[in-house]
């Protein structure tokens, strides 16, 4: 498929464009913005965004990835609680910080076992149920993401790199499934989570000099 094909694929699919669909993109470009800056509107405006991938991703047959924003509603309220916790003068409890050797294990373990629990579940889901599911990419990207937001609701650096695994997945694996807008939106996700991880770097190392 050449640049031009691409381009018509984008805008028809940019017409096509439920209202659902245009909320959500609009509510997860703004949610990012807000992880990025470090800011607790990040969680009532990724609750926006969550809600309503949960029903486009189950009506597109991407299971696997309606059970990360399904995952993705209950750790956003987890992690606004977190992010909200603060001492007695009032700073935040919770520091940006980098993961050390055990939570270094501890997110690859996180991420093998949903991504081998979800591949299964996905394998019968196709062989059974929809035929259309493609496990390995949807396993793949749920996962990251799965570890990601985990990640996330504890301020850890590293939470960065899973979301961009996340997004260099999503790209194509909403673009093959007629999502174009949201491919497009997952294209912008991944320069933001670029983006977020130098701002978060260069919080940490602010924080400890």
Known sequence: ???SEIYHQFQ????????PEGIAVIAGIISV???????????????????LYIYL???????????????YTVMSLYGWFQWNRKDTAQHPLLQISFSNKN???????????????????????????????????????????FTGMWLMTRKKVESWYWWILTNLISIPLYFVKGYVVTSFYYLILLILAFSGLISWKQKT???SS
């Open 1 to 3: 498929m050449n640049a």
């Open 12 to 19: 028809q699919g940019l017409y096509a464009t439920s209202w």
């Open 33 to 51: 913005w807000f992880s990025k800056k470090e800011n607790i509107l990040v969680y009532p405006t990724g609750l926006i965004n969550t809600i």
């Open 57 to 71: 991703s189950a009506k597109g047959a991407l299971y696997g990835e309606a059970s990360v924003n399904l995952y």
């Open 103 to 145: 939570w270094i294990v501890l997110q690859c373990g996180f991420f093998l076992f949903f991504f081998i629990l979800l591949l299964l579940i996905l394998q019968v889901l196709r062989i059974y149920f929809a035929e259309d599911v493609i496990p390995l990419a949807d396993a793949f990207a749920s996962a990251s993401a």
């Open 205 to 207: 190392s602010t924080l």
